[in-house]
């Protein structure tokens, strides 16, 4: 039982990668386009989820 303990796997950990640089660089969009403070804070939350965003959007293109 102690052998199935260390041989786990730790798989994925290229994901967190691209969400975090993908994180940072919607970062620096939304706040570089942003006029005001709600704007910034708008654009913090909007880079938070922007996979939601790129998602809705290429789904939206490839059915057109």
Known sequence: ???KD???CRCGGAGNAVY???LIG???YYIQAA???WEVVLG???ALVWPA???YHLLK???A
Do not use: H, N, P
């Open 1 to 3: 039982m102690a052998e």
């Open 53 to 55: 965003f790129l998602t």
């Open 44 to 46: 913090i939350l909007q």
């Open 20 to 22: 975090g640089i993908g």
């Open 35 to 37: 006029d005001g403070f």
């Open 26 to 28: 919607a970062l620096v």
């Open 61 to 63: 293109f490839l059915s």
């Open 6 to 8: 260390q041989k786990r």
